[in-house]
């Protein structure tokens, strides 16, 4: 028979050690640079920078940013589609 119990203590634990990990991805950085584009990202996928050519590009970083946003809810929505 199963424990309910420990099963909301292990629940408990992985959700304890994914906000460690985000955390640990957030800390991280990236930078890429090729053809006079610089981006850098955090390891949790948040858009700190973009270049183009030394300018910084706001407005298209802000845009990578919000695409990636979405795709993230979208991978979100279909893990608790997995889940149910």
């Known amino acids: 028979m199963i424990n309910p119990f420990k099963a909301m203590g ?4 992985f959700q304890k050690k994914a906000k460690q990990m985000q955390s640990a991805l957030a800390e991280e950085e990236v930078t ?3 053809d006079g584009i ?3 990202m955090s390891g ?6 973009i270049e183009v ?7 298209i970083a802000e845009a990578f940013a919000e695409a990636v ?5 979208i991978a979100a929505r279909k893990l608790m589609q997995m889940q149910e």
């Not at 050519?53 to 407005?59: A, K, N, Q, S, T």
């Not at 946003?69 to 809810?73: C, H, L, P, R």
């Open 32 to 34: 890429v640079e090729k």
């Open 10 to 13: 292990d629940m408990r634990e």
């Open 53 to 59: 050519d030394g300018v910084e590009e706001l407005r």
């Open 44 to 49: 949790d996928q948040k858009v700190k920078l």
């Open 69 to 73: 946003k979405k795709t993230q809810e």
């Open 38 to 40: 610089k981006i850098v």
